[in-house]
């Protein structure tokens, strides 16, 4: 695997590697659908086409027109919205909202054996694993409004363990697309357990949806709980019972 520290450290990384560019880069520029939403997606590369920011990949007029296109139709929005894209304060927000859109989304040219890179060792320790309170950002695919958060991942080794610092970078490859709550839990779970196929796997996120909180019930301190439970974690309740508990010991306002 080539050297991807620098993943999801933002979009000014002209240095990044390469390596992750999906093959369809230079497709047609056409998006496909595929099961993209498939728990399973975060093994392999999408085969679909991303808008991509120049410092990500190498400019290429390809690129240059999806985000030309991407750029026009944010103005077109804004224009009907009421504004006047034209006016000062809003002269380059289309570019802005492409590049913040772009970064926000860009779990979908990540992979999770990618981000892993040599992370993953032999280790015959085989006690639950956790780590507490990762910070998740997300955007819901029904509004495109944040929801955001904490994840707790949990796993028993069989053979396998993964570098700790690793577990953030696995839930930024799939918080970083349009998601449902539920949907980004099972698939953080998922990847851990295809990748290490520990004894189990328990994964617990807490989010707040702004979709919530500033529009429709306008509800703003009620929470979201999802969990994923694998292996052990679904089948031996005291496994179980001891994860939810170190799980609601650090339960505090996200
Ligand atoms: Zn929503």
Redesign the pocket.
């Known amino acids: 695997m080539s050297d991807n520290k620098n993943l999801g450290q933002g979009e000014n990384q002209s240095e990044e590697q390469p390596g992750g560019q999906p093959a369809s880069l230079n497709g047609n520029g056409k998006l496909a659908t595929g099961d993209r939403h498939s728990a399973r997606d975060g093994l392999v590369l999408p085969n679909y086409h991303r808008f991509v920011t120049e410092e990500k990949y190498p400019a290429n007029s390809e690129s240059q027109d999806a985000n030309a296109r991407l750029e026009g139709l944010i103005s077109q929005m804004l224009t009907s919205l009421g504004e006047d894209p034209n006016r000062g304060g809003l002269k380059d927000t289309p570019q802005r909202v492409r590049r913040s859109l772009t970064f926000l989304t860009d779990g979908y040219t990540k992979n999770v054996a990618d981000v892993l890179g040599d992370a993953v060792f032999e280790e015959s320790y085989d006690e639950m694993v956790l780590v507490r309170d990762i910070e998740m950002y997300s955007m ?4 495109m ?1 944040p ?1 955001f958060g904490k994840c707790h991942i949990a796993y028993i080794p069989n053979g396998k363990i993964v570098g700790l610092s690793k577990l953030p970078r696995i839930v930024d490859v799939f918080s970083h697309r349009l998601q449902v709550q539920e949907r980004l839990t099972t698939q953080i779970a998922q990847a851990l357990q295809d990748l290490l196929h520990p004894h189990g796997v328990g994964v617990v996120t807490e989010a707040y ?1 702004l ?2 909180m500033m529009r429709g019930v306008q509800k703003q301190n009620s929470s979201t709980v999802a969990s994923c439970l694998l292996g052990d974690f679904r089948e031996d309740s005291r496994t179980r019972q001891e994860f939810l508990n170190l799980v609601s010991a650090s339960n505090r306002r996200p």
């Open positions: 819901c695919e029904h509004h409004l929801f949806h979709c919530m």
